[in-house]
């Protein structure tokens, strides 16, 4: 069997003569597919709901990284087609609609509601000149402790100005800025309306206040009324003639962020619980009660509710690193493949510096390019997978550290995300690097479900949600620690000098 083959994991799909309402329709745009399901009140997929359609961002050489908006949109009406369709045969009410997708991402719409660019994935790079501008007109420190957030392409105040440069006649004829979610809530049921924790994502809200931050939109040439009024989570919107009968009048919760729920699915709520995202992209997040007074700078901070803050680090590239190594690297053998990444560091594994997409934490630089130092005759396809999964894992090790300063309390790591359910051995090379035991989630899906989460616990407050199943704790091996020690210090002297 190759490295490639994929597992096959368990969601935590409930029957549905075993379920109970309210009932939810969760949606989830990512960056392979558009899905969706109908969530019950203890927050578990019902059978036979699930709705999914691949996809994959548009890419070229000069950092492009996009989607067709409309298909986007006609995706996730074919998505709520199928689980409207599904409760209606079940005779089940839907109680509201939730949604998620990839963050951040931008788009300029026009006044009748036409998309007027394609959309800007997080991963797209082209405004990367636009990022010194940016820092010439705003105090970039200033701008970070008020925002939670560093300049970079990422961000929309220099996709502002990429706009304003590259696409003058759109800009000109744009009424708002848009977020894919928005953009498929407009198109699906006329909702304008941008979510607390999106805005914080796309860097224009205040993370003490979570309103907009209107010196940097000022600065950036930015009129406010471009970007639409900002909603906390129980602040929905109740369309109607939608389209779909069963969803007139009910809540529609305007569109997160991924990130936030890919805490709350696995049940990383609260400041003891660090949760590792490892999918396409990669982050490591916890949820705090405040944020912190003062952000190290290495990291994020998003206000996501009235009472709650996200604060981490974003891997720009974690399974986009794991593909490109499947791709153009000879198959190997699966069994060698876990033996390799839960055994102990090969001597023979070059030192990689995992930024194929540029790199977000620790150090934002946009223009970061991946690195393998050390290659020897004696390389071979399994020390290349080990070398990539420590310059990985050591990724990690650099948010860990700087999330010990800004107030974090961990007494458990619970890691998700394709990569570690396909993988699941590297989390052992993770444990060793971080010194630190890994809770392995034994579940797919996590973020969709947090998305439902979030939205019962505003139609259904005070219930007890189901547990998620989780795998057998990953413990550090001591001996390993030394190593590991030493690879992050060669990890800041390759940095120091490639990137």
């Known amino acids: 069997m190759s490295a490639t083959a994929k597992k096959k994991i368990p969601t935590m799909s409930i029957h549905l003569e075993e379920s109970a309402g309210p009932y939810v329709l969760a949606m989830d745009v990512g960056s392979t597919a558009s899905r969706g399901g109908l969530y019950e009140v203890s927050g578990r997929p019902v059978k036979g709901s699930k709705q999914r359609i691949a996809h994959e961002f548009s890419t070229a050489k000069d950092g492009t990284s996009q989607m067709d908006p409309d298909q986007v949109v006609a995706e996730c009406r074919e998505v709520a087609d199928g689980i409207v369709d599904f409760a209606a045969k079940n005779n089940l009410q839907i109680k509201g609609v939730c949604f998620d997708s990839f963050a951040s991402s931008f788009m300029l719409v026009s006044e009748s509601g036409d998309a007027l660019t394609p959309c800007a994935t997080y991963a797209d790079s082209r405004c990367a000149p636009f990022v010194a501008e940016v820092r010439s007109l705003i105090d970039e420190s200033q701008y970070h402790q008020r925002n939670g957030v560093r300049l970079h392409t990422s961000y929309h105040p220099a996709r502002f100005l990429w706009a304003q440069s590259e696409f003058a006649d759109e800009w000109n004829q744009a009424k708002w800025v ?12 006329d909702v304008v309306g941008l979510a607390v924790s999106t805005g914080a994502w796309s860097g224009i809200v205040n993370a003490h206040t979570g309103e907009l931050d209107t010196e940097l939109l000022e600065a950036c040439n930015v009129p406010t009324d471009m970007i ?42 609260d400041p003891s619980t660090i949760a590792v995202a490892a999918a396409t992209s990669g982050a490591m997040r916890v949820l705090l009660p405040q944020v912190p007074e003062v952000l190290p700078e290495g990291l994020w901070c998003y206000r996501v509710s009235r009472d709650q803050a996200i604060i981490g680090g974003a891997l720009n590239d974690v399974g986009r690193a794991v593909a490109w190594l499947e791709r153009v690297v000879a198959e190997v053998d699966e069994d060698e ?10 001597s023979h594994a ?66 998700s995300g394709r990569v570690s359910t396909d993988h699941p051995e590297w989390l052992q090379i993770l444990a060793d690097a971080l010194d630190c035991e890994v809770i392995p989630l034994a579940m797919k899906r996590a973020t969709l479900r947090g998305t439902a989460i979030i939205a019962l616990d505003i139609i259904a407050p005070g219930i007890e949600r189901a547990i998620p199943p989780f795998s057998e704790p990953v413990s550090p091996v001591a001996s390993r620690a030394e190593y590991f020690d030493t690879w992050r210090s060669r990890f800041d002297e390759l940095y120091g000098k490639l990137v």
């Open 178 to 189: 848009m977020t894919i979610g928005e953009y498929v809530y407009l198109k699906l049921a």
């Open 228 to 269: 639409a009024p900002l909603h906390y989570p129980d602040e929905p919107a109740y369309p109607t003639g939608t389209g779909w009968e069963a969803l007139d009048g009910v809540p529609w919760f305007h569109g997160i962020p991924d990130g936030w729920p890919s805490n709350v699915g696995p049940g990383a709520t």
């Open 337 to 346: 493949l876990a033996e390799a990444l839960s055994g102990d560091p090969s």
């Open 350 to 415: 070059p030192e990689v510096l995992p930024f194929f997409s540029g790199e977000r934490a620790t150090g934002w630089a946009s223009n970061a390019k991946a690195s393998f130092v050390g290659i020897s005759d004696d390389t071979t396809p399994l020390d290349l997978w080990r070398g990539l999964f420590e310059g990985i894992a050591v990724s990690y090790e650099r948010v860990y550290e700087q999330l010990d300063t800004a107030g974090a309390q961990p007494e458990r790591i619970v890691a």
